[in-house]
């Protein structure tokens, strides 16, 4: 199966480090003119490929928005794909739980995919196809707790992707969302933790290992693509079979 994205204009928001970098790093390393926008342009460690552009964007500021999806087009005439990758982690009991906290938490993960996908969709309309792909969480599937509100955020992306997926249906435009698992980054700590910590963590994966960021951009390739034409309106669960059964370890002779 070729993944042909040679010349796509794609977008990815939360680019600057982490699973975002190395998204916008696989885009453009299969032919795509990507721009990778992030809350400021870092002055070290931002994707360094030639057919990475690094903006500076506030995704759940309307008006920033506004003004880089504007510039995005009239530099480069239309977007194909958008990436909603930008998400904070808010932790802590719902009774310890500011509302700024909250709100903080609902305005990036749910608000910024909310303004990025209406900022965009009709860029996409008048072209008549595009790819909207919204991260999700496996907490969408299953929370801990103490993250009510990330999990809830996460939860209605899911639901968010479903009706924007049918109202975008008629234009072939396609919108998912996606499920990682256990991404080791600086802000979940996976690989710092303690090992009896990290083996408690990995006993709960069919796939016995860290997710990795390239995990997630195999998979954002391929629904970007012609190939996942058809599929649309879902959530696709990238964790490594997390919890598929009860205990996963049993078979990996834990």
């Not at 002055?43 to 510039?71: F, K, L, M, N, Y």
């Not at 990758?85 to 700024?100: F, H, K, P, Q």
């Not at 009706?163 to 008629?170: F, I, N, R």
């Not at 994966?205 to 951009?217: F, G, H, I, K, Q």
Request: some cysteine.
């Amino acid at each position: 199966m070729h993944l042909d994205l040679t010349d796509r204009v794609v977008v990815v928001t939360g680019a600057g480090r982490g699973i975002g970098r190395t998204i916008a790093e696989r885009f453009a390393d299969d032919g795509a003119t990507v721009v990778a926008l992030d809350l400021a342009i870092p002055d070290a460690g931002a994707p360094t490929h030639d057919r990475i552009a690094p903006v500076a964007c506030d995704v759940a500021d309307p008006q920033s928005v506004r003004r880089t999806i504007g510039e995005i087009v009239e530099s480069h005439g239309t977007i194909d794909v958008l990436v909603n990758n930008a998400g904070i982690n808010v932790t802590g009991a719902v009774a310890d739980l500011t509302w700024d906290d909250w709100r903080a938490c609902m305005d990036v993960n749910l608000g910024g995919v909310f303004l990025m996908s209406q900022a965009v969709a009709p860029v996409m309309q008048k072209a008549g196809r595009g790819r909207i792909l919204n991260a999700a969480s496996f907490a969408a599937i299953v929370p801990s707790v103490g993250s009510a509100a990330y999990a809830a955020s996460k939860a209605a992306v899911v639901q968010f992707t479903r009706v924007l997926a049918s109202e975008l249906g008629p234009w072939d435009i396609t919108v998912n969302a996606y499920a990682p698992g256990m991404v080791p980054t600086a802000m979940n700590g996976f690989a710092e933790m303690p090992r009896a910590e990290q083996d408690r963590l990995l006993d709960t994966l069919s796939l016995r290992r860290w997710e990795t960021p390239d995990d997630v951009a195999n998979l954002l390739l391929f629904l970007a693509s012609d190939q996942a034409a058809y599929i649309t309106g879902t959530l696709l669960d990238v964790s490594g079979g997390k919890l598929a059964t009860q205990m996963p370890s049993r078979a990996h002779g834990r």
